[in-house]
C-alpha cells in the first residue's frame, strides 16, 4: 500500500520537475509606456556611425558595457548572444550595446569583442563615443547609469519598441528577468505583425 501511493506522488514530482525546467516565458498583454528613447549618435564596431534613426521600425535592447569589464559584462553579452540567436528569424529585432569606456574601447578593439561573441552585423550593435555623451545617455537618456562614474554602469536591458518608446527594465542577469524581457519582445514583434 505504501509503494501504491508513493508512485503517483513520485510521477507528480517529475512532471513538475520537467515542466520547470523549460523556458517559462509569462503571458504578457500590455507593457507601459515609459519615455521616448533619447537621440543619439554612436561609431559601431564596423566603423559605420549609426544613430536612434536607424532603429526606428525595429524593436530592440539596448545596454551598457565595456571590453575590459570582467564582471557583469561577459554575462549580459552572453546573455545578448543567446538572445541574438533565440530571434535570429525576426527581421526586426536589434541588441544595441553601448560601451561606457571609449578611452580603451577603439572601434578595432570592439570589432574584437564582437567577433568574440558572434555578433551579426546588422543585427547587434556595440559602439562608441566620447565619454561624457556616452555618460548622459546612460544617466538621463535611458536612465541605468551614473553619470559620474559610467563603469557603474546598469546590468539592465532598456526595451525599446517600434516607435521609439521605453516599454521596460529588465536585470540581464536575472533568469526570471530575461524570460520576461523574452515575453516582452514577442508581444510587441506579434503586435508589429497583427
Known sequence: MKGYNAIPL???????SACQ????????????DIKPAPEY????????????EDFHGSVYIAYFFFTSCGGPCPKMNSQANVLQAEYADAKDFRIVGFSVDPHTDSVERLARYAERYNAQVGRWYMMRNEKEVVA??????????????????????????????????????????VDELRAAIDYLLEGERS
Do not use: C, W
Open 10 to 16: 513520485l510521477l507528480a514530482i517529475v512532471l513538475f
Open 21 to 32: 525546467s523549460g523556458r517559462s516565458v509569462p503571458d504578457i498583454t500590455d507593457l507601459p
Open 41 to 52: 549618435s554612436f561609431v559601431n564596431y564596423d566603423g559605420s556611425t549609426v544613430s536612434d
Open 136 to 177: 548622459e545617455l546612460a544617466s538621463k537618456g535611458f536612465m541605468v547609469g551614473d553619470a559620474d562614474v559610467p563603469a557603474l554602469h546598469s546590468t539592465r536591458f532598456v526595451l525599446v519598441d517600434q516607435q521609439g518608446t521605453i516599454r521596460g527594465y529588465y536585470d540581464g542577469l536575472d533568469k526570471t528577468k
